[in-house]
């Protein structure tokens, strides 16, 4: 039985490893919150270096309760957020999440984020594929402030 | 006979709310969306008398020149950050005697949620100028009617938030008698709230 689960998991690895490349992500941040927040949420951009395409299916965090995939669609100037099971990265395509569109949302906050702390963040792929990331939290105008 | 006047009051304020909605879309026609500093629609100041958890708001007053009222819920966890954190940004952009003449204000259209407290909190992180009011169901209905603010319920199955609150983004731009003088649409950049400020408070 352990050595069933040994060749399991080593082929697991394998696997996760091979798959490494299909998704780059960058730009990872967490948004800081105010104090007793019910919600942070965080964004980042996925680009897919595989040729098929390749969807973020569910992410975790210590930092977290839960962790949700949301949208942000605009029916005339009327904001809605809605829950979607996946986000679609195709082939040799870029998706960002940011403020007013996908974002992950973050339910039972184990404290308010404060800028400067940093947040374990586990992705998991429709391929099987696997990635750990450590964000970091800043505030939403951080990077507004470059442009003037 | 206090309800039947709280009755009269919403049904007065939903007319008019109705009304400023016809003009409001009769206005964005480009000619007319040129011409600032008029009065789109008049809030009667009652709906406004509301006071925040930390006693700093209390009704629309005559010490500040203009108000800037934008309506959201504290579990929104992307538009409303965003927009109070522009409109932070955009404080930090204005003189300091425009400052005191300048009161900002977050409006729960989520009481359910978000108790005076809560919302206090919420908005004080953004800026320390920033007041959070949660005001009660019927007033809310009132203010939102005379404004032309939308927002909905609408239920999130499967989802820890259970319900999610539609709403659209503006800032609504007041004077101390109630008078919206301005809107200005949801945004990402500060300068459209500071060129508002500068245009109804010259310094
Ligand atoms: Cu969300």
Redesign the pocket.
């Given at each position: 039985m352990r050595s069933i689960l040994l060749a399991l998991s080593l082929l697991f690895s394998i696997h996760l490893a091979a798959n490494d490349a299909a998704i780059t992500v960058n730009e990872a941040y967490a948004r800081a919150t105010p104090p007793n927040a019910p919600?942070s949420?965080i964004f980042l951009t996925m680009t897919n270096t595989s040729e098929q395409t390749v969807s973020l299916v569910s992410a975790s965090t210590p930092a977290a309760g839960r962790v949700?995939l949301?949208t942000m669609l605009m029916d005339g100037d009327v904001m809605q957020?809605r829950q979607v099971e996946k986000i679609e990265v195709p082939a040799g395509k870029q998706v960002e999440l940011k403020p007013g569109g996908l974002?992950l949302?973050l339910f039972d906050l184990a404290s308010n984020f404060a800028e400067g702390e940093e947040v374990e963040l586990t992705l998991v792929f429709s391929d099987g594929g696997q990635q750990q990331l450590t964000v970091p939290v800043k505030k939403v105008m951080h990077k507004m402030k470059h442009h003037h | 006979m206090k309800y039947l006047a709280w009755i009269a009051l919403i049904i007065v304020s939903g007319l008019a709310g109705v009304m400023s909605f016809q003009w409001l879309s009769a206005e964005s026609s480009p000619k007319q969306a040129a011409v600032s500093n008029k009065v789109i629609a008049t809030v009667p100041v009652n709906l406004f008398k509301i006071t925040s958890s930390d006693g700093r708001f209390t009704e629309l007053n005559n010490d500040k020149q203009l108000y800037i009222a934008y309506f959201g819920f504290t579990h929104c966890?992307?538009v409303c950050p965003t927009s109070l954190a522009v409109l932070s940004a955009a404080l930090q952009g204005i003189s300091a005697p425009q400052r005191q003449q300048l009161q900002s204000l977050f409006v729960s259209v989520d009481p359910k949620r978000d108790d005076p407290e809560t919302v206090s909190t919420y908005a004080g992180y953004f800026h320390p100028d920033i007041v959070g009011l949660s005001p009660q169901e019927g007033q809310l209905l009132g203010l939102t009617q005379s404004l032309g603010v939308y927002y909905k319920y609408v239920d999130i199955p499967d989802s820890q938030?259970e319900y999610s609150v539609d709403h659209n983004s503006f800032f609504y731009f007041l004077n101390a008698q109630g008078e919206l003088l301005a809107k200005v649409p949801h945004t990402l950049d500060p300068e459209p709230l500071v060129t508002k400020i500068q245009q109804l408070l010259p310094q």
């Open positions: 919600t949420a949700e949301h957020m974002h949302m | 966890p992307d938030l």
